[in-house]
C-alpha cells in the first residue's frame, strides 16, 4: 500500500509510520470539532443534506451548519444556485439570514465595546442588515468624494456661519441632498448607502453625511438628540450654533430650542442642547428603523432590529429603549 499523508511517504510495511498517521488523523479531527470547523469537502456533504425527506435529518443539518457561523455561507449560497426546489432555496435563504444576522449582531457589539468612535463603520453594520455584501470601502469612497466637492468650495480664513453656508451650497444645491418627505418613514431613509446613492433621507441620515463631511473638514460639529428631530451643532469654547441638515442646513441659536421645546411642552435638559456620541446617534439610527418597520407591518423585522438595539445598550436601559 503506498500513498501520501500530510506529507508523509508511506511504504510498504512501514507499521510506525502507518500509527503515526492514524494518529495524525484523529488529531486533525479533533482539532477540527475544538475549532468548529470541518474541512471544504465534508462542509458540501452536509449542505447536500438539507434536502433530505427526512425531517429529523434536516434538523440536525441545520443545527451542524449553524454552529459552523459565516464559514458555512458560500456553500450555502452554491447549493441554492444548484437546486430546484423552491422549499430548498427558502430553507438555505433561512439559514444564510440567521447565519448573516448573528453575525451582525456580534459585530455590532464589538463595535459598541470597542467604545463605538468609527460612526461610519456604525452605520455601515446597521446598512449590511438589509444589504449584507455591501463593503465599507464603497461608503467611504462616497463620503470622500463629497468631502472633496466641499474642499474645493471651503476656506479657512471666513466666519463659521459662513463655512457652513458653503457647506450647505456644496450639499443642498450642488449634489442636491434633501429630506426624504414623500416616503418618511421608508427603511431605505436609514440606510446610509441608500441615502447616499438617492441623496434623499431621514433627518438623522443626512445628519450623519453631512457631519462625516464636516469631520473630515475639521470642522467642530456634532451631533444633537433634540425630541422628533436630529439635528448638528458647531461648538467650540467660544461659539456655538446649531444647524438643521433636514431644513437645507437652516442656522439656528440655543433661543430657538427653547422655543422649540416650549411648543412640546418639554423640559429644557441639556441633552437637547449638547453634543451626543456616536453611539447615541446609532441606537437612533435603529430605532427609526424599528418605527419604519413597524409602519411597513413586518413584525420580524422589527423584533431583529430590537435585538440588534439591545446589542449597543447596556442591560439597565432596556427599560427605555422602545
Known amino acids: 500500500m503506498g500513498g501520501h499523508a500530510a ?3 508511506l511504504e510498504p510495511g ?3 509510520t502507518l500509527i503515526y498517521c492514524f494518529a495524525y488523523i484523529v488529531t486533525l479531527k479533533s482539532f477540527y470539532t475544538m475549532q468548529n470547523l470541518l474541512p471544504e469537502n465534508e462542509i ?3 449542505v447536500s443534506l438539507i434536502a433530505d425527506d427526512d425531517p429529523d435529518i434536516r434538523d440536525h443539518v441545520e443545527e451542524r451548519i449553524l454552529s459552523l457561523g459565516g464559514s458555512a455561507i458560500p456553500f450555502l449560497e452554491s447549493e ?4 430546484f426546489s423552491p422549499d430548498v432555496q427558502k430553507r438555505i435563504e433561512d439559514l444564510i439570514h440567521t447565519l448573516q444576522f448573528d453575525r451582525l449582531k456580534s459585530d455590532l457589539t464589538r463595535w459598541y465595546l470597542n467604545g463605538g468612535e468609527n460612526l461610519l463603520e456604525g452605520m455601515w453594520l446597521i446598512a449590511t442588515y438589509q ?3 455591501l463593503e465599507m470601502e464603497k461608503l467611504s469612497r462616497q463620503i470622500e468624494q463629497i468631502y472633496y466637492e466641499v474642499w474645493l468650495e471651503m476656506r479657512a480664513d471666513i466666519h463659521p456661519y459662513d463655512q457652513v453656508k458653503l457647506m450647505n451650497g ?5 449634489l442636491r441632498f434633501g429630506a426624504n418627505t414623500k416616503n418618511f418613514h421608508a427603511p431605505g431613509n436609514s440606510m446610509l448607502n441608500v441615502v447616499l446613492e438617492s441623496r434623499k433621507g431621514n433627518p438623522i441620515a443626512l445628519c450623519v453625511v453631512y457631519l462625516l463631511v464636516a469631520r473630515r473638514m475639521k470642522l467642530p460639529v456634532y451631533g444633537v438628540n433634540l425630541p422628533n428631530l436630529f439635528i448638528l451643532t458647531y461648538k467650540t469654547e467660544n461659539r456655538q450654533f446649531y444647524i438643521n441638515v433636514f431644513n437645507k442646513g437652516l442656522i439656528f441659536s440655543r433661543p430657538d430650542i427653547d422655543n422649540y421645546l416650549s411648543n412640546l411642552n418639554l423640559q429644557q435638559l441639556d441633552i437637547f442642547y449638547e453634543p451626543c456620541s456616536h ?4 441606537r437612533r439610527v435603529l430605532r427609526n428603523l424599528i ?5 411597513t407591518g413586518d413584525a420580524d423585522k422589527v423584533e431583529e432590529v430590537k435585538a440588534l438595539l439591545q446589542c449597543v445598550s447596556e442591560p439597565e436601559d432596556e427599560a427605555n429603549l422602545f
Not at 456644496?170 to 450642488?174: D, E, T
Not at 418605527?291 to 409602519?295: A, G, H, L, Q, R
Open 14 to 16: 512501514n507499521s510506525e
Open 279 to 282: 453611539v447615541d446617534i446609532i
Open 131 to 133: 444589504y449584507p455584501d
Open 291 to 295: 418605527v419604519s418597520f413597524d409602519k
Open 170 to 174: 456644496v450639499m443642498f444645491r450642488k
Open 7 to 9: 506529507g508523509l511517504i
Open 80 to 83: 441554492w444556485e444548484n437546486t
Open 44 to 46: 458540501k456533504a452536509l
